[in-house]
Protein backbone atom coordinates (compact mmCIF):
# COMPACT_ATOMS: atom_id res chain seq x y z
CA UNK A 1 0.00 0.00 0.00
CA UNK A 2 1.09 3.17 -1.14
CA UNK A 3 0.97 6.73 1.52
CA UNK A 4 -0.51 9.39 0.28
CA UNK A 5 0.40 12.45 0.25
CA UNK A 6 -1.28 15.47 1.76
CA UNK A 7 -3.05 17.97 -0.64
CA UNK A 8 -1.85 21.29 1.30
CA UNK A 9 1.72 20.44 0.69
CA UNK A 10 2.46 21.53 -2.98
CA UNK A 11 5.94 21.34 -2.56
CA UNK A 12 5.64 17.79 -1.36
CA UNK A 13 6.30 15.11 -4.31
CA UNK A 14 5.82 11.29 -4.09
CA UNK A 15 8.31 8.76 -5.64
CA UNK A 16 7.71 5.23 -5.38
CA UNK A 17 10.33 2.40 -6.32
CA UNK A 18 9.96 -1.67 -5.19
CA UNK A 19 10.46 -3.05 -2.63
CA UNK A 20 14.24 -3.57 -1.88
CA UNK A 21 13.90 -6.48 0.41
CA UNK A 22 11.34 -8.40 -1.89
CA UNK A 23 12.90 -11.44 -2.88
CA UNK A 24 11.94 -11.32 -6.45
CA UNK A 25 13.76 -11.75 -9.10
CA UNK A 26 14.19 -7.47 -9.86
CA UNK A 27 16.57 -7.40 -7.28
CA UNK A 28 20.45 -7.86 -8.07
CA UNK A 29 22.05 -10.95 -6.52
CA UNK A 30 25.17 -10.61 -5.16
CA UNK A 31 24.82 -6.80 -4.23
CA UNK A 32 24.05 -5.07 -1.04
CA UNK A 33 20.49 -4.08 -0.36
CA UNK A 34 21.49 -1.17 0.94
CA UNK A 35 23.25 -0.65 -2.99
CA UNK A 36 19.95 -0.76 -4.62
CA UNK A 37 17.85 1.78 -2.78
CA UNK A 38 16.51 3.44 0.54
CA UNK A 39 16.89 0.39 3.51
CA UNK A 40 13.33 -0.51 4.80
CA UNK A 41 14.57 -2.08 7.94
CA UNK A 42 12.16 -0.75 10.67
CA UNK A 43 15.08 -0.36 13.02
CA UNK A 44 16.69 2.16 11.29
CA UNK A 45 16.56 5.56 12.06
CA UNK A 46 15.09 6.91 8.52
CA UNK A 47 16.01 10.71 8.83
CA UNK A 48 19.63 9.73 8.69
CA UNK A 49 18.72 8.81 5.09
CA UNK A 50 18.71 12.11 4.44
CA UNK A 51 21.44 14.74 4.51
CA UNK A 52 18.28 17.51 5.12
CA UNK A 53 15.87 15.61 7.69
CA UNK A 54 13.08 18.10 6.59
CA UNK A 55 12.77 17.52 2.50
CA UNK A 56 12.59 13.56 2.38
CA UNK A 57 10.93 11.00 4.23
CA UNK A 58 10.95 7.47 3.41
CA UNK A 59 8.47 4.74 4.31
CA UNK A 60 8.88 0.84 3.81
CA UNK A 61 5.65 -0.95 2.67
CA UNK A 62 3.64 -2.94 4.99
CA UNK A 63 1.92 -6.36 4.37
CA UNK A 64 -0.98 -7.65 4.90
CA UNK A 65 -0.25 -7.41 9.19
CA UNK A 66 0.66 -4.19 8.74
CA UNK A 67 4.27 -4.74 9.33
CA UNK A 68 7.46 -4.37 7.53
CA UNK A 69 7.68 -7.06 5.14
CA UNK A 70 9.88 -8.64 2.33
CA UNK A 71 7.40 -11.39 0.95
CA UNK A 72 3.91 -9.10 0.60
CA UNK A 73 3.81 -9.58 -3.07
CA UNK A 74 3.02 -8.08 -6.08
CA UNK A 75 2.45 -4.11 -4.81
CA UNK A 76 4.79 -3.87 -2.33
CA UNK A 77 6.67 -0.74 -2.97
CA UNK A 78 8.98 1.15 -0.70
CA UNK A 79 7.50 5.10 -0.73
CA UNK A 80 9.73 8.17 -0.32
CA UNK A 81 8.05 11.51 -0.02
CA UNK A 82 10.23 14.46 -1.27
CA UNK A 83 9.43 17.91 0.25
CA UNK A 84 11.38 20.47 -2.34
CA UNK A 85 12.04 23.94 -1.60
CA UNK A 86 10.55 26.86 -3.66
CA UNK A 87 12.81 28.61 -5.80
CA UNK A 88 11.26 32.18 -5.49
CA UNK A 89 12.40 34.34 -2.72
CA UNK A 90 10.46 34.09 0.81
CA UNK A 91 9.84 37.85 0.99
CA UNK A 92 7.59 37.24 3.90
CA UNK A 93 10.03 34.76 6.35
CA UNK A 94 12.85 37.65 5.85
CA UNK A 95 9.99 40.00 6.63
CA UNK A 96 9.71 38.07 9.72
CA UNK A 97 12.66 37.67 10.64
CA UNK A 98 13.97 40.97 10.35
CA UNK A 99 10.90 42.41 12.89
CA UNK A 100 11.67 39.64 15.09
CA UNK A 101 15.62 40.86 14.62
CA UNK A 102 14.61 44.76 15.01
CA UNK A 103 12.93 44.10 18.43
CA UNK A 104 15.61 41.70 19.93
CA UNK A 105 17.78 44.88 19.54
CA UNK A 106 15.45 47.15 21.01
CA UNK A 107 14.79 44.43 23.88
CA UNK A 108 19.18 43.99 24.07
CA UNK A 109 18.85 48.31 24.06
CA UNK A 110 16.46 48.85 26.93
CA UNK A 111 17.72 46.17 29.66
CA UNK A 112 21.47 47.63 28.58
CA UNK A 113 20.85 51.24 28.86
CA UNK A 114 18.55 50.32 32.21
CA UNK A 115 21.15 49.04 34.09
CA UNK A 116 24.00 51.81 32.72
CA UNK A 117 21.76 54.42 33.15
CA UNK A 118 20.72 53.28 36.90
CA UNK A 119 24.55 52.93 37.53
CA UNK A 120 25.05 56.56 36.53
CA UNK A 121 22.19 58.35 37.42
CA UNK A 122 22.63 56.76 41.10
CA UNK A 123 26.27 58.61 40.88
CA UNK A 124 24.96 61.70 40.04
CA UNK A 125 22.06 61.57 42.34
CA UNK A 126 24.14 60.72 45.20
CA UNK A 127 27.02 63.13 44.19
CA UNK A 128 23.85 66.40 43.89
CA UNK A 129 22.12 65.48 47.19
CA UNK A 130 25.93 65.80 48.96
CA UNK A 131 25.90 69.25 46.90
CA UNK A 132 22.89 70.18 47.85
CA UNK A 133 23.47 69.53 51.54
CA UNK A 134 26.87 71.43 51.13
CA UNK A 135 25.31 74.20 49.22
CA UNK A 136 22.44 74.63 52.18
CA UNK A 137 24.96 74.62 55.00
CA UNK A 138 27.09 77.30 52.98
CA UNK A 139 24.15 80.09 52.70
CA UNK A 140 23.10 79.50 56.40
CA UNK A 141 26.62 79.97 57.45
CA UNK A 142 28.58 82.16 54.90
CA UNK A 143 31.26 83.59 56.76
CA UNK A 144 32.42 80.12 58.10
CA UNK A 145 33.59 78.67 54.68
CA UNK A 146 36.91 80.16 52.93
CA UNK A 147 37.42 81.35 49.19
CA UNK A 148 39.54 78.01 49.11
CA UNK A 149 36.24 76.06 49.83
CA UNK A 150 34.00 77.64 47.55
CA UNK A 151 36.30 76.72 44.43
CA UNK A 152 36.12 73.24 46.08
CA UNK A 153 32.42 73.23 45.67
CA UNK A 154 32.40 75.05 42.17
CA UNK A 155 34.81 72.04 41.04
CA UNK A 156 32.55 69.07 42.14
CA UNK A 157 29.74 70.98 40.84
CA UNK A 158 31.81 70.99 37.15
CA UNK A 159 32.30 67.25 37.94
CA UNK A 160 29.09 66.33 38.28
CA UNK A 161 28.12 68.87 35.09
CA UNK A 162 30.91 66.39 33.15
CA UNK A 163 28.78 63.08 34.44
CA UNK A 164 25.92 64.64 33.38
CA UNK A 165 27.18 65.63 29.78
CA UNK A 166 29.02 61.56 29.63
CA UNK A 167 25.62 60.34 30.65
CA UNK A 168 24.05 61.95 27.58
CA UNK A 169 26.78 60.88 24.90
CA UNK A 170 26.67 57.43 26.68
CA UNK A 171 23.40 56.95 25.98
CA UNK A 172 23.70 58.55 22.66
CA UNK A 173 26.60 56.05 21.78
CA UNK A 174 24.90 53.25 23.06
CA UNK A 175 22.40 54.12 20.23
CA UNK A 176 24.80 54.37 17.63
CA UNK A 177 26.24 50.62 18.69
CA UNK A 178 22.90 49.00 18.35
CA UNK A 179 21.94 50.92 14.57
CA UNK A 180 25.36 49.46 13.65
CA UNK A 181 24.36 45.93 14.91
CA UNK A 182 21.49 46.16 13.58
CA UNK A 183 22.55 47.33 9.93
CA UNK A 184 25.05 44.29 10.28
CA UNK A 185 22.26 42.06 11.10
CA UNK A 186 20.42 42.77 8.33
CA UNK A 187 22.84 42.73 6.19
CA UNK A 188 23.77 38.88 7.30
CA UNK A 189 20.26 37.80 6.86
CA UNK A 190 20.33 39.34 3.25
CA UNK A 191 23.57 37.49 2.32
CA UNK A 192 21.93 34.28 3.52
CA UNK A 193 18.40 34.69 2.47
CA UNK A 194 18.47 37.33 -0.05
CA UNK A 195 20.11 35.03 -3.04
CA UNK A 196 17.94 36.95 -5.75
CA UNK A 197 19.26 40.35 -4.15
CA UNK A 198 15.32 41.61 -3.88
CA UNK A 199 15.87 43.78 -0.83
CA UNK A 200 18.62 45.54 -2.17
CA UNK A 201 16.94 45.96 -5.55
CA UNK A 202 13.87 47.73 -3.97
CA UNK A 203 16.39 49.60 -1.77
CA UNK A 204 18.10 50.92 -5.28
CA UNK A 205 14.47 51.15 -7.04
CA UNK A 206 13.46 53.73 -3.87
CA UNK A 207 16.58 55.82 -4.40
CA UNK A 208 16.16 55.64 -7.84
CA UNK A 209 12.61 56.85 -7.70
CA UNK A 210 13.57 59.93 -4.93
CA UNK A 211 16.39 60.83 -7.62
CA UNK A 212 13.74 61.14 -10.05
CA UNK A 213 10.79 62.89 -7.58
CA UNK A 214 13.61 65.50 -7.43
CA UNK A 215 14.49 65.56 -11.09
CA UNK A 216 10.77 66.68 -11.65
CA UNK A 217 10.56 69.43 -8.93
CA UNK A 218 13.53 71.46 -10.75
CA UNK A 219 12.47 71.03 -13.61
CA UNK A 220 8.59 72.26 -12.64
CA UNK A 221 10.75 75.19 -10.86
CA UNK A 222 12.75 75.99 -13.48
CA UNK A 223 10.55 75.58 -16.71
CA UNK A 224 6.61 75.85 -15.14
CA UNK A 225 7.34 78.40 -12.19
CA UNK A 226 4.57 79.10 -9.78
CA UNK A 227 4.30 82.49 -11.66
CA UNK A 228 2.33 84.99 -9.51
CA UNK A 229 2.78 83.07 -6.14
CA UNK A 230 4.72 84.75 -3.39
CA UNK A 231 4.06 81.41 -1.47
CA UNK A 232 7.88 81.40 -0.43
CA UNK A 233 10.32 82.86 2.19
CA UNK A 234 12.22 84.12 -0.11
CA UNK A 235 15.52 83.29 -2.66
CA UNK A 236 17.63 80.52 -1.86
CA UNK A 237 19.77 79.57 -4.99
CA UNK A 238 20.35 81.35 -7.93
CA UNK A 239 21.75 79.57 -11.47
CA UNK A 240 24.76 79.86 -13.67
CA UNK A 241 24.79 82.90 -15.66
CA UNK A 242 22.74 82.27 -18.70
CA UNK A 243 24.28 84.35 -21.42
CA UNK A 244 22.06 84.80 -25.02
CA UNK A 245 24.33 87.31 -26.99
CA UNK A 246 26.18 90.61 -27.73
CA UNK A 247 23.71 93.01 -27.63
CA UNK A 248 21.86 94.75 -30.82
CA UNK A 249 24.71 96.88 -32.02
CA UNK A 250 27.32 93.96 -31.55
CA UNK A 251 29.99 96.75 -29.98
CA UNK A 252 31.38 96.00 -26.42
CA UNK A 253 31.66 99.98 -26.64
CA UNK A 254 28.07 99.79 -25.54
CA UNK A 255 28.36 99.06 -21.89
CA UNK A 256 25.96 100.93 -20.20
CA UNK A 257 22.17 99.58 -20.36
CA UNK A 258 19.62 97.33 -19.84
CA UNK A 259 17.35 94.64 -21.29
CA UNK A 260 14.60 92.63 -20.23
CA UNK A 261 10.63 91.73 -20.85
CA UNK A 262 7.99 94.16 -19.43
CA UNK A 263 7.35 93.08 -15.90
CA UNK A 264 3.30 94.21 -16.49
CA UNK A 265 2.58 93.78 -20.26
CA UNK A 266 -0.08 95.16 -22.30
CA UNK A 267 -2.45 92.31 -23.53
CA UNK A 268 -0.14 90.53 -27.12
CA UNK A 269 2.97 91.70 -26.11
CA UNK A 270 3.37 89.01 -23.76
CA UNK A 271 6.59 87.74 -25.07
CA UNK A 272 7.42 91.08 -26.43
CA UNK A 273 11.55 92.16 -25.33
CA UNK A 274 13.17 95.79 -24.94
CA UNK A 275 16.96 96.71 -25.24
CA UNK A 276 18.42 100.44 -24.50
CA UNK A 277 22.10 100.66 -24.58
CA UNK A 278 24.65 103.81 -24.93
CA UNK A 279 28.39 104.40 -24.54
CA UNK A 280 27.73 106.03 -21.17
CA UNK A 281 25.73 106.45 -18.69
CA UNK A 282 22.55 108.05 -20.83
CA UNK A 283 19.03 107.19 -21.88
CA UNK A 284 18.32 108.22 -25.63
CA UNK A 285 16.74 105.36 -27.42
CA UNK A 286 14.96 102.39 -26.73
CA UNK A 287 14.07 99.34 -29.34
CA UNK A 288 11.34 96.60 -28.56
CA UNK A 289 11.19 93.06 -30.44
CA UNK A 290 8.18 90.98 -30.48
CA UNK A 291 9.92 87.92 -29.19
CA UNK A 292 13.02 86.77 -28.32
CA UNK A 293 13.96 84.56 -31.57
CA UNK A 294 13.80 88.46 -33.02
CA UNK A 295 15.95 89.77 -29.62
CA UNK A 296 18.61 87.39 -30.73
CA UNK A 297 18.31 88.01 -34.77
CA UNK A 298 18.43 92.33 -33.94
CA UNK A 299 15.45 92.54 -35.75
CA UNK A 300 13.59 95.14 -33.99
CA UNK A 301 9.76 95.87 -34.91
CA UNK A 302 9.99 99.45 -32.65
CA UNK A 303 12.61 101.99 -32.27
CA UNK A 304 11.94 104.89 -30.23
CA UNK A 305 14.81 107.77 -30.06
CA UNK A 306 13.91 110.01 -26.80
CA UNK A 307 13.10 113.56 -26.83
CA UNK A 308 15.99 116.10 -26.03
CA UNK A 309 14.04 117.39 -23.06
CA UNK A 310 13.52 113.38 -21.91
CA UNK A 311 16.67 112.01 -22.01
CA UNK A 312 17.26 110.39 -19.08
CA UNK A 313 20.91 109.32 -17.10
CA UNK A 314 21.62 106.57 -15.11
CA UNK A 315 21.18 102.58 -16.17
CA UNK A 316 18.38 101.29 -13.65
CA UNK A 317 15.34 101.85 -15.94
CA UNK A 318 12.56 99.35 -16.51
CA UNK A 319 9.78 98.92 -18.62
CA UNK A 320 6.04 98.03 -17.28
CA UNK A 321 2.94 98.27 -18.66
CA UNK A 322 4.36 99.69 -22.27
CA UNK A 323 5.80 102.18 -19.93
CA UNK A 324 9.59 103.28 -19.56
CA UNK A 325 10.59 104.44 -15.95
CA UNK A 326 14.22 105.97 -15.58
CA UNK A 327 15.74 108.93 -13.69
CA UNK A 328 16.63 112.39 -14.87
CA UNK A 329 18.77 114.83 -13.53
CA UNK A 330 17.03 118.21 -14.89
CA UNK A 331 15.02 118.47 -12.39
CA UNK A 332 16.67 115.96 -10.99
CA UNK A 333 14.31 113.13 -10.39
CA UNK A 334 12.01 110.29 -11.72
CA UNK A 335 10.42 110.39 -15.19
CA UNK A 336 8.13 107.73 -17.46
CA UNK A 337 7.36 107.69 -20.57
CA UNK A 338 4.46 105.74 -22.31
CA UNK A 339 5.08 104.08 -25.69
CA UNK A 340 1.48 103.73 -25.96
CA UNK A 341 -0.07 107.22 -25.57
CA UNK A 342 4.03 108.65 -25.84
CA UNK A 343 2.68 110.76 -22.75
CA UNK A 344 5.82 112.24 -20.61
CA UNK A 345 6.07 112.66 -17.19
CA UNK A 346 8.40 113.30 -14.21
CA UNK A 347 8.33 113.87 -10.20
CA UNK A 348 10.72 115.17 -8.07
CA UNK A 349 11.86 113.29 -4.96
CA UNK A 350 12.78 115.45 -2.71
CA UNK A 351 14.30 113.58 -0.08
CA UNK A 352 16.70 111.94 -2.86
CA UNK A 353 19.93 112.21 -2.81
CA UNK A 354 22.45 112.87 -6.15
CA UNK A 355 25.60 112.19 -3.77
CA UNK A 356 24.94 108.25 -3.22
CA UNK A 357 25.34 105.84 -6.12
CA UNK A 358 25.67 102.26 -6.49
CA UNK A 359 29.49 100.88 -6.85
CA UNK A 360 29.57 100.70 -10.48
CA UNK A 361 28.57 103.51 -11.74
CA UNK A 362 28.15 107.09 -10.59
CA UNK A 363 25.02 108.14 -11.89
CA UNK A 364 22.52 105.29 -10.71
CA UNK A 365 20.51 107.39 -8.07
CA UNK A 366 17.04 106.18 -8.79
CA UNK A 367 16.75 102.35 -9.10
CA UNK A 368 13.53 101.40 -10.08
CA UNK A 369 11.99 98.19 -9.79
CA UNK A 370 8.71 95.77 -10.41
CA UNK A 371 7.72 92.75 -8.58
CA UNK A 372 4.57 90.89 -8.04
CA UNK A 373 3.32 93.48 -5.68
CA UNK A 374 3.82 96.11 -7.90
CA UNK A 375 6.24 98.97 -8.68
CA UNK A 376 9.41 100.11 -6.43
CA UNK A 377 12.07 102.81 -6.85
CA UNK A 378 15.43 102.88 -4.69
CA UNK A 379 17.30 105.78 -3.68
CA UNK A 380 19.41 107.12 -0.47
CA UNK A 381 19.08 110.48 0.93
CA UNK A 382 21.08 112.95 3.17
CA UNK A 383 19.18 112.39 6.41
CA UNK A 384 18.84 108.57 6.24
CA UNK A 385 23.44 108.98 5.84
CA UNK A 386 23.76 107.34 2.32
CA UNK A 387 21.63 104.46 3.79
CA UNK A 388 19.51 102.68 0.95
CA UNK A 389 15.58 103.95 1.15
CA UNK A 390 12.23 101.69 -0.67
CA UNK A 391 9.76 103.68 -1.62
CA UNK A 392 6.28 102.21 -3.28
CA UNK A 393 5.15 104.20 -6.30
CA UNK A 394 1.29 104.61 -6.48
CA UNK A 395 1.09 103.91 -10.63
CA UNK A 396 -1.78 106.01 -11.61
CA UNK A 397 -0.47 109.26 -9.59
CA UNK A 398 3.45 108.48 -9.86
CA UNK A 399 3.82 109.36 -6.45
CA UNK A 400 5.71 108.18 -3.54
CA UNK A 401 2.96 105.96 -1.24
CA UNK A 402 5.24 104.82 1.57
CA UNK A 403 8.79 104.44 2.08
CA UNK A 404 11.14 102.15 4.70
CA UNK A 405 14.58 102.98 5.27
CA UNK A 406 17.45 99.75 5.65
CA UNK A 407 20.79 99.87 7.19
CA UNK A 408 22.61 99.18 3.96
CA UNK A 409 25.15 102.23 3.22
CA UNK A 410 24.57 102.85 -1.13
CA UNK A 411 28.14 102.78 -2.31
CA UNK A 412 28.98 99.53 -0.72
CA UNK A 413 26.04 97.79 -3.00
CA UNK A 414 27.06 96.85 -6.54
CA UNK A 415 22.52 96.69 -7.10
CA UNK A 416 19.55 95.97 -5.78
CA UNK A 417 16.16 94.04 -7.29
CA UNK A 418 12.96 93.60 -5.35
CA UNK A 419 10.71 90.20 -5.50
CA UNK A 420 7.01 89.41 -3.71
CA UNK A 421 7.35 93.35 -1.35
CA UNK A 422 11.43 92.17 -0.39
CA UNK A 423 14.38 94.24 -1.08
CA UNK A 424 17.36 92.38 -1.61
CA UNK A 425 21.06 94.27 -1.95
CA UNK A 426 24.02 92.63 -4.09
CA UNK A 427 27.78 93.30 -3.38
CA UNK A 428 30.77 91.75 -5.23
CA UNK A 429 32.94 89.23 -3.31
CA UNK A 430 35.50 88.39 -5.72
CA UNK A 431 36.69 89.29 -9.44
CA UNK A 432 33.93 86.48 -10.62
CA UNK A 433 31.09 86.57 -8.24
CA UNK A 434 28.64 88.54 -6.63
CA UNK A 435 26.17 87.91 -3.78
CA UNK A 436 23.19 88.75 -2.42
CA UNK A 437 23.97 89.35 1.00
CA UNK A 438 20.85 91.26 2.35
CA UNK A 439 17.38 91.59 2.40
CA UNK A 440 14.71 93.56 4.07
CA UNK A 441 11.08 92.62 3.68
CA UNK A 442 8.28 95.74 3.63
CA UNK A 443 5.46 93.73 5.04
CA UNK A 444 7.23 92.88 8.35
CA UNK A 445 10.16 95.41 8.10
CA UNK A 446 12.31 92.66 9.37
CA UNK A 447 15.85 92.59 7.85
CA UNK A 448 18.53 89.97 8.13
CA UNK A 449 21.81 89.10 6.07
CA UNK A 450 22.04 86.54 4.03
CA UNK A 451 24.39 84.58 1.35
CA UNK A 452 23.39 83.48 -2.03
CA UNK A 453 25.96 83.72 -4.39
CA UNK A 454 26.62 83.61 -8.10
CA UNK A 455 28.58 84.13 -11.02
CA UNK A 456 29.26 87.22 -13.40
CA UNK A 457 29.66 86.58 -16.93
CA UNK A 458 32.14 89.90 -17.09
CA UNK A 459 32.91 92.13 -14.95
CA UNK A 460 30.53 95.45 -14.53
CA UNK A 461 27.17 95.57 -14.73
CA UNK A 462 24.97 98.22 -14.54
CA UNK A 463 21.14 96.70 -14.78
CA UNK A 464 20.21 94.42 -12.19
CA UNK A 465 16.36 93.17 -12.33
CA UNK A 466 13.54 91.06 -11.32
CA UNK A 467 10.64 90.13 -13.71
CA UNK A 468 7.80 88.54 -12.03
CA UNK A 469 6.48 87.32 -15.42
CA UNK A 470 8.86 84.78 -15.90
CA UNK A 471 11.14 84.91 -12.11
CA UNK A 472 13.79 85.94 -13.53
CA UNK A 473 16.97 88.21 -12.96
CA UNK A 474 18.14 89.92 -15.73
CA UNK A 475 21.10 91.58 -15.98
CA UNK A 476 23.37 93.72 -18.70
CA UNK A 477 26.48 92.29 -18.53
CA UNK A 478 29.58 94.82 -20.28
CA UNK A 479 27.14 94.61 -23.20
CA UNK A 480 26.15 91.41 -22.85
CA UNK A 481 22.22 89.75 -22.44
CA UNK A 482 22.60 87.94 -19.37
CA UNK A 483 19.47 85.96 -17.17
CA UNK A 484 19.33 83.82 -14.00
CA UNK A 485 16.95 81.05 -12.90
CA UNK A 486 15.92 81.79 -9.12
CA UNK A 487 15.16 79.00 -6.62
CA UNK A 488 12.77 80.06 -3.49
CA UNK A 489 11.99 78.47 -0.48
CA UNK A 490 8.58 77.10 -0.52
CA UNK A 491 7.56 76.79 2.63
CA UNK A 492 5.07 79.31 3.24
CA UNK A 493 1.46 80.40 2.28
CA UNK A 494 1.16 83.47 0.57
CA UNK A 495 -0.87 84.70 -2.14
CA UNK A 496 -0.74 84.75 -6.80
CA UNK A 497 -1.24 88.51 -7.65
CA UNK A 498 -3.42 86.92 -10.73
CA UNK A 499 -6.08 86.29 -8.18
CA UNK A 500 -5.51 88.11 -5.80
CA UNK A 501 -7.79 90.89 -7.07
CA UNK A 502 -10.89 88.46 -7.64
CA UNK A 503 -11.06 86.85 -4.42
Excluded at 208 to 217: D, S, Y
Excluded at 259 to 266: A, F, L, M
Excluded at 359 to 388: H, K
Aim: proline share 4%.
Amino acid sequence: MSHQRPPSSPAMRSYSQPNLLDDSPRSAPGKPISAQGIHSDPEVDHSKLSPTNHLTRSRPALNGNGRNGTNGGNGNKCTCDAFLPTSTFPIKDMVLVEQTAVEISNRLELEMGKVLMQQMISNVRHRIVNLTVEIERMEKNPGSYNNAHTEDVKIEIKQVEALIVELQSSIQGSTTVFESLHEQTLTRLEKTYDKNVVLATRREYIKVQLQLEECERRHQELFNPNIGSCAHTGIIKISKPIVSQLNAHLSTSYKFGGWGKDSKPIPDRESMYWYSAYSSAAIHDIRFYTNYKNLILRNHYQHHTLASGWRGTGNNFIVRDNTLYYQINNPFGMAKLNFTTMKYDQRVVTKASARFSYAYSSNQNFDFAADETGLWVIYATEESGGRMVIAKINEPSFGIEEEWQTSVYKPGVSNAFMVCGVFYAVRTIDIQGDEIFYKFDTKTKQESFISVPFERFQDNYYNLDYNPTDQKLYMYNDGYYVNYHLWFNHTAKGYNIFTAGTQ
